[in-house]
Structures are given as C-alpha cells and as structure tokens.
C-alpha cells in the first residue's frame, strides 16, 4: 500500500498507510490537541489567566488525553506508529499539566473583567474537538 502524509504534530510530518482509519483516528485527534493546547497557552498569557474557567478546561483536556492514550495503547496500531503517537500524547499532557488547574478562582467574565465577547474563549477551543469527524472513533 502506499505511504500518505496526513498531517504534522509536533513539527513532525506523519504518514500512514492508505486505508488505515485506526491510525488515521488518532492522528487527527493529536492535530487537534495540538490546536486546543496552543490556544489554551495563549489565553493563560491573558485575560484567562487568573479565571476559573481555563483551569476547568485545562483539566477536561487532561482526562480526555489520558483516555486517548489508554485507546491508543488498547488499539491495533502498529508497535512504532503507536510508540511515536504515544509519544506525542505524553508531550501533550506535559503541557497541559503546565497550565493551571485550580477551579477556585472567580471567572473573570463573572467578575465582569472579561469584555471580548459574550462567550467563553476557553470553553470555544474545547469545542474544536467537535469539528474532528472523521474517522470515527475506532471500536476499541
């Protein structure tokens, strides 16, 4: 079969083999983190920074990259493909383990602090992860 780039984590250009959706699944979930998490660090630079509402966040990232990595580990992925998107998950999480975690904080928006908009930039970069369809999520 023939070799496809599908996309670049990490400045790391990947490629699987044609058909392979499994692989292809958690590649383009790691594309995604690899949005949310520069997002995320952005807005710990700003207005978020001392809210509750990235920290709520940060920690849903955290849960669901852990639940990633126990599907990726679970998968049929071949041993060195699994190795390196494994590697990459626990970069993710290193990152996100590095941006605050602490829910006890008043959101800025509540504490009529945050004036960009009538939504939630922190809750807006989770939601990415809904515009990843394709492929489903393998039977696992």
Do not use: I, P, T
């Given at each position: 079969m023939a070799r496809t780039r599908c996309g670049r984590i990490l400045g790391e250009d990947i490629y699987i083999e044609e058909g392979d959706t499994t692989t292809l699944y958690f590649i383009n979930q790691l594309?995604?983190?690899?949005?949310v998490l520069a997002a995320l660090k952005a807005l710990d630079q700003d207005i978020c920074h001392d809210g509750c509402s990235l920290p709520s966040i940060v920690n849903k990232v955290i849960k669901r990259l852990g639940k990633l990595k126990n599907d990726l580990e679970a998968s049929d992925v071949a041993a060195e493909k699994k190795g390196s998107l494994l590697s990459k998950i626990d970069s993710f999480l290193a990152?996100?383990?590095s941006l605050p975690q602490d829910t006890s904080q008043t959101c800025r928006k509540s504490a009529g602090e945050c004036v960009m908009g009538s939504?939630?930039?922190a809750t807006g970069a989770l939601n990415l992860f809904k515009e990843i369809t394709e492929p489903e999520a393998p039977k696992i």
């Open positions: 594309r995604a983190y690899q949005v990152d996100a383990s939504s939630c930039f």
